[in-house]
T-cell receptor, first 114, second 111 residues
Framework: NAGVTQTPKFQVLKTGQSMTLQCAQD?????MSWYRQDPGMGLRLIHY???????DQGEVPNGYNVSRSTTEDFPLRLLSAAPSQTSVYFCASASGRGFGQPQHFGDGTRLSIL | QKEVEQDPGPLSVPEGAIVSLNCTYSNSAFQYFMWYRQYSRKGPELLMY????GNKEDGRFTAQVDKSSKYISLFIRDSQPSDSATYLC???????????FGAGTILRVKS
């Protein structure tokens, strides 16, 4: 059982480039989310989705777009990368619509913006 | 003030010690309490999950919740070098679908 799979594991971008971080889960979870993790800041929610076709903003959504066309996939797009977006990005999923449910995480994408 | 406060450490203990990790929170609407363990260059993995005040045990790990004080703890008995990781508390509101994380405490268990 693969759980939550994120690709790529590492990426280096130049300022202004665009990129899509991929996330897929095979647990048939309705709820999926994206976090960024920065030193001393913990995990901060970027965007989340409670099902196909439904997305909403989290704590730090600026500069990021998401869409959810299938239950399994929840890609995160950086439209014009900035050095402030250098971080480790984690995708997570949870059963139901996420109410009170523990989240299962992928192993992250380490992104550097030069 | 952050909604969830957690001492970042690092906390360094000898093998076999009892470890106490703590978080405080400010919103009394928080009802579900979790502890995640994160090894270097890996994603967080769920360690403990509870929704009521009191203690919950799982092997060497005990999660404690005191809703009246808005204080949660994770105790690790007989700590092992393999317990060296970052421990994150995470809290959920009863009717919300967003987890709020503490900053994480780095634990090092020396053999």
């Amino acid at each position: 059982n693969a759980g939550v799979t994120q690709t790529p594991k590492f990426q280096v971008l130049k300022t202004g480039q665009s990129m899509t971080l991929q996330c897929a889960q095979d647990m048939n979870h309705e709820y999926m989310s994206w976090y960024r993790q920065d030193p001393g800041m913990g995990l901060r929610l970027i965007h989340y989705s409670v099902g196909a076709g439904i997305t909403d903003q989290g704590e730090v959504p600026n500069g990021y777009n998401v869409s959810r066309s299938t239950t399994e996939d929840f890609p995160l797009r950086l439209l014009s990368a900035a050095p402030s977006q250098t971080s480790v990005y984690f995708c997570a999923s949870a059963s139901g619509r996420g109410f009170g449910q523990p989240q299962h995480f992928g192993d992250g994408t380490r992104l550097s913006i030069l | 003030q952050k909604e969830v406060e957690q001492d970042p450490g690092p906390l360094s203990v000898p093998e076999g010690a009892i470890v106490s990790l703590n978080c405080t929170y400010s919103n009394s609407a928080f009802q579900y309490f979790m502890w995640y363990r994160q090894y270097s260059r890996k994603g967080p993995e769920l360690l403990m999950y509870t929704y009521s005040s009191g203690n919950k045990e799982d092997g060497r790990f005990t999660a404690q919740v005191d809703k009246s004080s808005k204080y949660i703890s994770l105790f690790i008995r007989d700590s092992q070098p393999s317990d060296s990781a970052t421990y994150l508390c995470a809290i959920h509101m009863e009717y919300g679908n967003k987890l709020v994380f503490g900053a994480g405490t780095i634990l090092r268990v020396k053999s």
